[in-house]
């Protein structure tokens, strides 16, 4: 079975630019999650959707970041507009429930912001 | 509020040994499961191990195994027979709650394996 699909595996931007990072889960998981990952703040949750629905988006940073998953299968994260700061490596992980099942990440997207 | 530490920023140990990646948390909760995780140079995630809290047993997956002591609040990664491959940075994560889907990471521990 595939794992967690990520695209784009890199992305170079300019500061005010938009920046979309799509996620397809693995098929049958109910749970979706992003996460960031810097030196200074380690490994974050942004958000994370059950069954297509945001649950908890307690971690995005601010306005300029936004999540959606129109089906089970699909997952974007947006960042308009990109400031350098957000450069970082964003993970998506995927589960089937919560309780005892592991999460399964993704390779990763690493975003540079210049 | 839930929290994971892992004291040592970088090991090493000669391959063929053991080692073992300190953990410790904190957390009111009654019910929460515990986590490692590897992340190679590549820069993966790979899922090694998963200890809930009222597992009796020691989790244990190939040579990994997870040493529990609840009254410590500890979940340490016990690495036998150390490969050149296990040389990545490894990260103790909790699960906040029960029935969520947030996991809070350690800031990790980076193991060197001599050959």
């Known amino acids: 079975d595939a794992g967690v699909i990520q695209s784009p595996r890199h992305e170079v931007t300019e500061m005010g630019q938009e920046v979309t990072l799509r996620c397809k889960p693995i098929s049958g998981h109910d749970y979706l999650f992003w996460y960031r990952q810097t030196m200074m703040r380690g490994l974050e949750l942004l958000i994370y959707?059950?069954?297509?629905?945001?649950?908890?988006d307690s971690g995005m940073p601010e306005d300029r970041f936004s999540a959606k998953m129109p089906n089970a299968s699909f997952s974007t994260l947006k960042i308009q507009p990109s400031e350098p700061r957000d450069s970082a490596v964003y993970f998506c992980?995927?589960?089937?429930?919560?309780?005892?099942?592991?999460?399964?990440f993704g390779p990763g997207t690493r975003l540079l912001v210049l | 509020a839930q929290k994971i530490t892992q004291t040592q920023p970088g090991m090493f140990v000669q391959e063929k040994e053991a080692v073992t990646l300190d953990c410790t948390y904190d957390?009111?909760?009654?019910?929460?499961?515990l986590f490692w995780y590897k992340q190679p140079s590549s820069g993966e995630m790979i899922f090694l191990i998963y200890?809930?809290?009222?597992?009796?047993q020691n989790a244990t997956e190939g040579r990994y195994s997870l040493n529990f002591q609840k009254a410590r609040k500890s979940a340490n990664l016990v690495i036998s027979a150390s490969q050149l491959g296990d040389s990545a940075m490894y990260f103790c994560a909790m699960r906040e709650g029960y029935n969520t889907g947030k996991l809070i990471f350690g800031q990790g521990t980076t193991l060197q394996v001599k050959p």
């Open positions: 200890q809930g809290s009222y597992d009796e």
């Open positions: 959707f059950n069954n297509n629905v945001p649950i908890d």
């Open positions: 992980a995927s589960s089937f429930e919560t309780t005892r099942e592991t999460q399964y």
């Open positions: 957390t009111s909760d009654q019910s929460y499961g």
